[in-house]
Nanobody
Framework: QVQLVESGGGLVQAGASLRLSCAVS????????MGWFRQAPGKEREFVAA????????YYADSVKGRFTISRGNAKNTVYLQMNSLKPEDTAVYFC?????????????????WGQGTQVTVSS
């Protein structure tokens, strides 16, 4: 089993930055696909970013491209989401997800393991 725990959320003003962390335990996930999703009240869970273990395989939603950066820690058991130039529309609960193989990165059902989520609120 893989356990994921997110941290780093909070309340910030528009234009600020936050860095979310996802700590992974239970299994070595150096060759897993790691993803970040978010869900705003009344909306479906949506893809934010994903990183594969293969170099260069990083994917972003168009809405966050150029503002958010996903990366892995050196020990490969932590995944980060650096969020810059935050906007009120980025307000959501952010979830970390993982799976050993993902066919379609943007689809939540492709991921077997999920964290509990961390709240990010951006005020205008």
């Amino acid at each position: 089993q893989v356990q994921l725990v997110e941290s780093g959320g909070g309340l910030v003003q528009a234009g600020a930055s936050l860095r979310l962390s996802c700590a992974v335990s239970g299994r070595t996930v150096s060759r897993y696909v790691m993803g970040w999703f978010r869900q705003a009240p009344g909306k479906e869970r949506e893809f934010v970013a994903a990183i594969n273990w293969r170099p260069g395989r990083i994917y972003y939603a168009d809405s966050v491209k150029g503002r958010f950066t996903i990366s892995r820690g050196n020990a490969k058991n932590t995944v980060y989401l650096q969020m810059n130039s935050l906007k009120p529309e980025d307000t959501a609960v952010y979830f970390c997800a993982a799976d050993s193989w993902v066919g379609v990165y943007i689809t939540p059902n492709e991921y077997d393991y999920w964290g509990q989520g961390t709240q990010v609120t951006v005020s205008s």
